[in-house]
């Protein structure tokens, strides 16, 4: 999901607007390039995963038939391809790579959404969805919630990351380009100076993340290594940066045990276009070779590390504008105060939106009115599902079953991945299969639905719906980006929910395939390799 570093984009070209481009020299974190590389040297394989925003299986496998992605290609022809993971909820990168990172849903890691409402500050919180929402919230609070709160704040600090944990085991680790890189390691992110400009933030912010911490220009340990010019390229939040960096760590030995790559071009790509492009997809396949040849050849790639592939969410085909894709949630709720981004919440506020693209949280401050909302939006037929917590009790209604669906945690009927459910009437409303001579539930059109919707419910204090689209539409407020004609995500549905997952260089096989389990899954390959690995594979 580009759209969280859009918003230094963004930045970026108000920053150009008032001053000239001038060239400034970082000092290179020469620290990090000394603690980074893993104590076990050349014995054990190291572990590589290389997240793909809006990577899908769909494309890779279309790609494949044409005889146009052989990089794609060799790694499944060697390895494990799975083409239904399922992500996190909401289908937005920072609530994804939260979970990936923590192994734990919204519930536990505390990270909602791309935008969200915070009851305890009053504030709305928003990452970098877009230009106009960062003009109407200001450059000051979005920066400060993106590049301080979200790992500093939000993050749950009772949750350990990958990186915590592959610490306290004396493990190595880097992140290149992560959105959420919170660990045990003190760094320091450096704020450009042509973007002095536009924000106050101060020119040095302290975080803490894993032995190797690159962020763009935030945080570049290679500032040695000559980068093309250009604002997006300056900015170093893009595929070329993130593969130069970790290119330049394997072919100078030092590669941590566990290391993270962002590529996110991809999305921006398949948000304009529409799922169905394939330049993106080409353009990864030949960076991804480029990254592999690093080794000296794909098949020393695999002989030295093992290469996990993932991608963080899919994407769902949004209609072109003359079949009206767009929900405007204000319009819908024209009878209610809704908070104006470009205010704070008075006395006399009753709603607050936060859209994230195919899905929405709507908070009542008035809490008796949660279920009168409901009902207003429930009258345009391009909702698909809205749904809210009573006590313990979970609601879901729909457009096409007049009953509510109400389940909790716990209870004799259990899923696939083992968890247990109480289930009250219409589960139709979630295309819910329930079994009641062996008391199962399977899963339909919406993967795992039951935990990934009580996560989201349970991420964050306060009274809200969560609210999701169908297929071909998308929610909106009045600044919110929208995708006509093109790609969007953030709803629960197969299309954005299920991603591809190719491991290499392993037989280990993951438990279960959902997002939220790879943590453990990597903490595996990284802890169980053993000296004097076998060569060859």
């Known amino acids: 999901m580009l759209k969280y570093f859009g918003v230094l984009l963004v930045i970026g070209v108000l920053v150009v607007a008032i001053i000239s481009f001038q060239k400034t020299k970082a000092v290179p974190n020469e620290k990090d ?272 590390a093992i290469i996990v592939i993932v991608g963080d969410s899919g994407m769902s085909k949004v209609l072109p504008a003359d079949d009206n894709p767009v929900i405007e949630l204000s319009s819908l709720l024209k009878d209610y105060q809704i908070l104006r981004q470009e205010e704070g919440v008075a006395g006399d506020t009753e709603i607050v939106l936060a859209v994230n693209e195919t899905m929405a949280y709507i908070y009542s401050l008035k809490s008796d009115k949660l279920k009168d909302i409901a009902s207003n939006i429930r009258t345009d037929q391009r909702i698909d599902i809205i749904s809210w917590k009573e006590g313990e009790w979970i609601n879901v209604i729909g457009d096409e079953i007049a009953e509510v669906l109400r389940y909790k945690m716990n209870g004799n009927l259990t899923d696939p991945y083992g968890q247990k459910w109480t289930v009250e009437q219409a589960p139709d409303v979630l295309d819910l299969s329930i079994n009641s001579e062996d008391q199962t539930i399977r899963y339909g059109k919406y993967p795992d639905v039951l935990r990934r919707l009580y996560g989201a419910l349970h991420s964050h204090s306060g009274e809200f719906l969560v609210v999701t689209a169908k297929p071909g539409y998308e929610l909106a407020d009045k600044n919110s980006p929208s995708h006509k004609g093109g790609g969007s995500h953030g709803a629960f549905g197969h299309a954005e929910s299920l991603v591809p997952l190719i491991i290499s260089g392993t037989d280990a096989k993951p438990e279960h395939l959902r997002m939220v389990d790879l943590k453990a899954y990597l903490m595996k390959l990284v802890t169980k390799q053993q000296p004097n690995i076998e060569k060859g594979r």
């Open 33 to 304: 390039l000394l603690q980074v590389k893993s104590t076990s040297g050349d014995k054990t394989k190291k572990v590589i995963l290389i997240v793909v925003d809006s990577l899908m299986a769909t494309a890779i496998d279309k790609g494949i038939m044409q005889k146009e992605l052989p990089t794609f290609q060799y790694l499944i022809k060697h390895g494990q391809y799975y083409k239904d993971l399922v992500s996190s909820f909401p289908t937005m990168s920072v609530t994804i790579d939260s979970s990936l990172l923590t192994g734990t849903y919204p519930d536990g890691h505390h990270i909602p959404g791309l935008t969200w409402y915070s009851a305890k500050d009053t504030k709305l919180i928003n990452y970098g969805t877009g230009p106009m929402e960062v003009i109407k919230l200001g450059v000051n609070p979005v920066l400060e919630d993106a590049l301080i709160h979200l790992n500093g704040k939000h993050l749950n600090p009772e949750q350990t990351t990958i990186y915590d944990d592959l610490a306290k085991e004396g493990k190595k680790s880097g992140s290149i380009n992560g959105l959420i890189y919170r660990g045990p390691v003190k760094h320091t992110l450096s704020v450009p100076l042509w973007m002095d400009a536009s924000t106050s933030l101060p020119q040095s912010l302290e975080v803490k993340g894993p032995d190797l911490l690159a962020l763009g220009s935030f945080s570049d340990p290679l500032t040695e290594i000559e980068k093309p010019d250009g604002l997006t390229h300056r900015m170093g939040i893009n595929n070329q940066y993130s593969l130069l960096t970790a290119e330049y760590l394997i072919k100078n030995n030092k590669l941590p045990d566990f290391l993270y790559i962002y590529l996110p071009d991809l999305d921006k790509k398949l948000h304009k276009h529409g799922p169905n492009e394939q330049n993106g997809i080409k353009a990864t396949d030949q960076q991804l070779q480029s990254l592999l040849q690093s080794f000296g050849s794909l098949e020393e790639a695999l002989n030295q």
